[in-house]
């Protein structure tokens, strides 16, 4: 029977295909709107992601409880053992070291005494490595405003605004003051190498961008780091897989008595993003419940047209023999078809489109006001497992129904006046 | 040009089923894409409302050495309000304080307000008390950042007008939700009467919130106003950059309504054979029955905006005025659930745009289907051949 | 009946109350004791962070009340750094920057080298007497001393304490406990002073703990190593030029 009448499909392409394709365009639209939505959504937790909270966290359990402070003094110590150790037991997530701190930044005058200084904070991330991905995770390349990302030890990227404000710029040495680990003063020149944009006002008023490894030796932080983030690969984030990892990592530190011991939290438990993230997922769920819906109200139409199109066939058929009831099935059995295929091909097309905008993206650049580190001008999408089967409920359920209700008209009509409908 | 509206339109009507069909689909999509449209630009719009809410008011009139980013000028960025007129202004005074919960220390902006403004979304009135203790109110991150919750008493050091140190213990009378990050973290908030008593700094404020019926906009001497579009400034940029994404959900949702037309159309042609082939007959050009299949579908359109008008509008109206309440479950140490409103919001900008979009794409839709009649043969169309 | 009085009165004089000697010149004579007009010492000062202590060997020089120039000899990292005070002015020089950096305005308020001591702490430097007017209040055993208790209330408004009560050693003039408190009455900051010794013929506490009340921990503990009361010191020394070299 299905072979019947998928022949049937393939060989009358005039009345089948314009279906499958219709349907096939509106599963890809709804698959990809879908997609969209979920990225556009996740915009806000991914800007907390990528600066604050990583998808995972780890650090001391007394830096966490007074993590506003970024308490250095209590930071992570032997973080090359927990980075072996993390990258052992989850190798497939990225992991990244980083260190807050806090201090003034004081630039020199021709004799060497202050000139101006003001108060900056700091960010040491893994500038130097090859392979790091913090550069690009930070979207560092397009906030630059002058000059260029540090590449070796004692370069800095300060704030642009910041930059005007102690007038100190491209080229100058500046001193940073701080507190080491331990608490004693830290004092390092530094030499600013370029400027950056942040595109938060409190950021923007005085910041400092250095490696990591500048930051362990002013800090005294041998080997330390105060926290360390890990991020899924293509930056999406999945909570249950958070949760999940989180919970297996704190398991090993359960009974261990170290007060310093490692802690790890998911993003979500973290700076109460957990109603920001249900506000997130509530939202996007409300978006892509009316887009389906709207999708299937044309589908119904087009099922509908479809059934109405066909009733000179029927007729004919009908007065060749072929009990209503038959007639009908084969109607319902050839919309399930058409709409299965058209789901099928728009769900790949839909897909396919998503995949392309989570990895490569959409540059408004040109479209919006201002490049900096915190809004990236790369539109993404995200692909979620749900996006696979979301298309198949305008593309087989609405046509379905379309076409059931068109064939009601059978019940309804004559055979004659079916004959006749579509006169020949 | 007019005969073929007329006739346009009386195909339209005497189609009857098929037609309101259509038209209804179409209606539905115009109001969902006014109605989607305006769910993201109030989504977006939400960070400002709730910004103006709770943070900015009608605007600041700030002191002029006061920098909000600059703990350092906190000190010195104060002065006597005795000679401004506050009946429409709440004044607000910024001191630095060190908070001991638990035996840690935490350097804090202690803000004092009064108990019963109105200018901002806080919870003041909560400070509005008598106990011995100084009553605090604090934000939610602040909350968790500090580990107090409400009732908790912790010892409170500051200094007065003069540098002396003082200390006493306060309590935390309220702990408050907001969406407004930039006046949770760092701060504690107390009764401003009580802080002019424990400082010295009677009358005395750092910066002035303006309410909705303030009528001022200038610089009062020692004082610099900062309207609101001043302080949302930031946020206005993030929106900004939201605003493109945007375009291209409205594009997708646009692309709905047209595969309807474009849909409805292709059928309708195919069906519609034989009438195409008489019109041929008594007389029509090719170009002519194009013109009239196109100008259907527009009126399709205009058709359905009417309808989608007559009940979009009182269901759109409904949810612009009164919100669309959502629930979100908040598990975390306080358990309490909150629930937010969303308004969607309906530039006139958004909708003419959409109407003249949907107008000019359905056309175009409507068009291209149509051009495959000059392909037909006049006389096979007649005869209800299917080509 | 004339007799009986005048015998009465004598005999009431006899059964007064003993007075507390004057406050002020108990705290002359700690300033005697404690304070001279230029001073060098070596002192060490250990800060008891929460995960490890840490030693810092300083040499100061002080004249006056007003200027003061130290070197830190000790440990590695903070040696070579110097600092100097003149009035109200804060200089640091670090060697492994070669700048120096005017410590001003609110970096005052920072801890200095993460002790319970602030730089502010340090800044002020002028004598009890002129910000306090002192009153003996009582008489305590400390450490196995007997001490007088003087309250301390301030007499201007710029005090940083709004009161202070200082335990003082009946027999040395030796402060061996001050306690610096707010003005509500809470108590601040408390500093011990111990190991009290001769000197030059002066008697001098050679440790003292700073430790701020308000948190937990075991503040800050300063010991002498060695003092030499009023040397004669280059002026060079307090001059900027002194902090580079």
């Not at chain 2, 006046?183 to 400082?199: A, C, F, K, M, V």
């Not at chain 3, 007088?148 to 007499?155: E, F, P, R, S």
Request: hydrophobic fraction near 45%; aromatic fraction near 10%; charged fraction near 20%.
């Amino acid at each position: 029977m299905i072979k019947f009448l998928f022949k049937g499909i393939l060989r009358d392409k005039s009345r089948s295909l314009l279906p499958i394709i219709i349907t096939a365009i509106g599963v890809s639209l709804t698959v990809f709107l879908s997609g969209y939505i979920r990225g556009a959504m996740g915009d806000m937790i991914d800007l907390n992601a990528r600066f604050e909270t990583g998808h995972m966290k780890v650090m001391t359990q007394p830096y966490l409880k007074n993590k506003d402070q970024m308490p250095n003094d209590l930071a992570l110590l032997e973080v090359s053992d927990l980075m072996d150790k993390l990258n052992l037991d989850f190798p497939e997530i990225s992991w990244e070291k980083r260190v807050r701190f806090g201090g003034l930044v004081d630039s020199p005058d021709s004799t060497g005494l202050t000139k101006s200084q003001g108060p900056a904070a700091g960010l040491a991330i893994d500038l130097f490595s090859e392979n790091s991905k913090e550069v690009d995770r930070m979207n560092l390349a397009p906030a630059i405003v002058q000059g260029r990302i540090p590449q070796k030890a004692g370069e800095a990227l300060i704030s642009e605004d910041f930059s005007q404000k102690i007038k100190a710029g491209l080229g100058d040495d500046v001193t940073f003051v701080g507190s080491t680990m331990n608490g004693s003063m830290a004092f390092q020149n530094f030499n600013i190498v370029g400027t950056v944009r942040f595109g938060s006002a409190a950021m923007d008023k005085g910041a400092i961008i250095i490696d990591i490894t500048d930051a362990q030796n002013i800090l005294d932080m041998e080997d330390g780091a105060g926290e360390v983030l890990g991020y899924f690969p293509n930056d999406v984030y999945d909570n249950d897989e958070a949760e999940a990892i989180a919970a297996s990592f704190n398991a090993d530190y359960k009974d261990s008595e170290d007060e310093f011991a490692p802690i790890m939290q998911s993003l979500k438990q973290q700076n109460g993003l957990a109603s920001l993230l249900d506000y997130a997922d509530v939202m996007s769920g409300m978006f892509v419940a009316i887009f389906v819906f709207a999708m299937s109200i044309v589908l119904w139409n087009t099922g509908l047209l479809g059934g109405l199109r066909r009733y000179q066939e029927y007729g004919i058929r009908l007065a060749l023999g072929e009990a209503k009831g038959h007639i009908y099935k084969m109607m319902i059995s050839e919309a399930v078809l058409i709409g299965i295929l058209g789901s099928i091909l728009g769900s790949i097309i839909g897909l396919a489109g998503v995949y392309a905008l989570q990895v490569y993206g959409i540059d408004i650049s040109q479209f919006a006001p201002q490049n900096n580190m915190l809004m990236p001008n790369i539109i993404r999408a995200k692909v979620t497992p749900d996006l696979f089967y979301i298309g198949f409920i305008p593309g087989v359920f609405a046509m379905v129904l379309g076409t059931a209700l068109s064939g009601i008209g059978i019940y309804k009509r004559e055979t004659a006046t079916l004959f006749k409908e579509l006169e020949v | 040009m007019k005969q073929a509206i007329k006739l346009a339109y009386r195909n339209l009507i005497g189609a009857g089923l098929r037609t309101w069909l259509n038209v209804s689909v179409l209606s539905f999509s115009f109001v969902v894409i006014l109605f989607y449209n305006g769910l993201i630009d109030g989504w977006n719009k939400q960070a400002r409302r709730d910004t103006i809410e709770w943070e900015t008011g009608n605007g600041h009139l700030t002191h002029h050495l006061f920098d909000p980013f600059d703990p350092y000028t906190i000190l010195d960025g104060h002065a006597s309000i005795n000679d401004l007129d506050v009946s429409d202004l709440n004044p607000v005074l910024v001191r630095q304080a060190s908070i001991y919960p638990e035996g840690r220390m935490l350097t804090v902006a202690l803000k004092g307000i009064k108990p019963n403004q109105s200018a901002l979304k806080l919870p003041t009135q909560m400070l509005d008390t008598n106990c011995t203790e100084i009553p605090l109110l604090i934000g939610q991150n602040m909350a968790r950042s500090s580990g107090l919750r409400k009732g908790d008493i912790a010892l409170l050091q500051w200094k007065d007008k003069n540098g002396t140190l003082d200390a006493a213990d306060a309590i935390i009378v309220d702990v408050f939700k907001t969406t407004v990050p930039t006046i949770d973290g760092g701060q504690l908030y107390t009764s401003i009467n009580r802080l002019w008593e424990i400082t010295n700094l009677k009358n005395e404020a750092t910066f002035l919130i303006a309410n909705k019926d303030y009528n001022g906009s200038g610089n009062i001497e020692n004082w610099v106003f900062k309207t609101q579009d001043e302080l949302l400034a930031t946020l206005d940029k993030v929106i900004a950059t939201e605003k493109a994404s945007g375009s291209i959900f409205y594009i997708l949702l646009m692309l709905i309504a047209l595969l309807a037309i474009f849909d409805t159309q292709v059928l309708s042609i195919f069906r519609r054979q034989k009438e195409i082939g008489t019109y041929m007959a008594l007389g029509m050009t090719k170009s002519q029955v194009v013109k009239l299949f196109t100008i259907e579908g527009l009126m399709y359109s205009i058709l359905a905006m009417i309808v989608g008008c007559t009940w979009g509008i009182p269901i759109l109206n409904y949810f612009a005025n009164n919100g669309i309440p959502y629930p979100i479950d908040n598990m975390d140490d306080f358990g309490i659930s909150i629930s937010s409103i969303m308004y969607p919001i309906y530039s006139l900008k958004l909708i003419l745009g959409t109407v003249i979009a949907v107008v000019i794409s359905a056309t175009i839709v409507s068009y291209l289907p149509a051009r495959k009649i000059t392909k037909m043969n006049a006389v096979d169309a007649l005869k209800g051949k299917l080509q | 009946m004339k007799y009986a009085i005048i015998l009465l009165a004598i005999l009431g004089f006899s059964f007064a109350p003993q007075q507390y000697p004057n406050a002020d010149t108990i705290i002359k004579n700690i300033d005697d004791n404690m304070y001279s007009n230029s001073l060098i010492s070596t002192s060490k000062m250990t800060i008891y962070g929460k995960r490890n202590n840490r030693t810092i060997t300083s040499k100061s020089y002080t004249q006056g009340s007003t200027k003061s120039f130290t070197e830190y000899l000790a440990p590695a990292r903070e040696k070579g750094t110097k600092m100097l005070k003149l009035e109200d002015k804060l200089w640091i020089y670090s060697p492994s920057s070669d700048r120096t950096i005017q410590i001003s305005g609110h970096m005052l308020k920072q801890s200095l080298m993460g002790s319970d001591l602030s730089y502010e702490d340090m800044m002020d430097e002028r004598e009890l007497t002129d910000i306090y007017n002192a009153k003996v209040t009582g008489s305590e055993v400390i450490d196995g001393r007997k001490a007088w208790v003087i309250a301390l209330t301030a007499k201007v408004t710029d005090a940083t304490y709004a009161k202070q009560k200082v335990w003082v050693d009946q027999e040395r003039y030796v402060p061996l406990r001050q306690d610096m408190i707010a003005k509500s009455g809470k108590l601040l900051k408390r500093v011990t002073l111990s190991n009290v010794q001769k000197i030059s013929g002066r008697w001098f506490p050679k440790k003292m703990n700073y430790k701020d009340m308000l948190k937990q921990g075991k503040g800050t503990d300063f010991e002498f190593v060695s003092i030499q009361f009023n040397p004669k010191i280059p002026v060079h020394i307090f001059s900027k030029a002194s902090l580079k070299k």
